[in-house]
């Protein structure tokens, strides 16, 4: 059975946003979110192996810490939350709330929906598989929580309602790897 992409995924680091159960912005990582990454242990690197990183600090600043050299990668971004940006949880119209967190095609922050991101990442995944068609390669990525619990859902080919389901850590990594057309975790 030959491998084809070998992809590490590992969530940035705490932030104050996360802390406080408010929507995250562009924020960079909190004084613990600075332990946690400097704690993590030590990623297999190889020669070729792509780094890459989310656009925004938290998730720069997370690769960083790690020892990377990570180049920024736009499909890694974090779910677009629209006008919630920054909003704590007890802020928003409880209504709306529960249709975004049970209708993944609704998005009434009026940023991203939740398939919408799955749509995203999905591409990215096969993007990593076209590149990958005339040799294996090797790929860590520090993005968010949203592309991580997105990436797991494609994997395993399981519905979007399932989306919140999936718990993900400040600096949890969860492991993908592709063979014969097929992601498989190591968790």
């Known amino acids: 059975m030959t491998e084809v992409v070998r992809l590490a995924l590992v969530a940035h680091a705490m932030t104050d946003a996360m802390a406080a159960g408010r929507f995250p912005a562009d924020e960079p990582l909190s004084d613990l979110g600075r332990r946690q990454a400097k704690t993590v242990a030590h990623l297999d690197l190889r020669g070729d192996t792509r780094q890459l990183a989310g656009p925004e600090r938290r998730a720069g600043q997370t690769a960083k810490l790690l020892g990377l050299s ?8 974090d779910l677009d939350c629209g006008y919630w940006q920054g909003q704590a949880l007890e802020d928003l119209r409880p209504q709306d709330l529960q249709t975004w967190l049970t209708e993944p095609a609704r998005a009434p922050h009026g940023g991203e929906s939740i398939l919408d991101l799955i749509e995203r990442v999905a591409d990215w995944l096969d993007s990593l598989t076209e590149k990958a068609a005339s040799k294996p390669s090797r790929a860590v ?28 850590a400040p600096v949890s990594r969860v492991d993908m790897n592709l063979r014969q057309d097929r992601w498989t975790l190591r968790l």
């Open 70 to 77: 990570a180049v920024t990668e736009p499909s890694l971004a």
């Open 141 to 168: 990525a520090v993005t968010h929580p949203a592309v991580i619990r997105a990436a797991v859902l494609v994997a395993l080919n399981i519905p979007p309602k399932s989306f919140w389901r999936i718990d993900v």
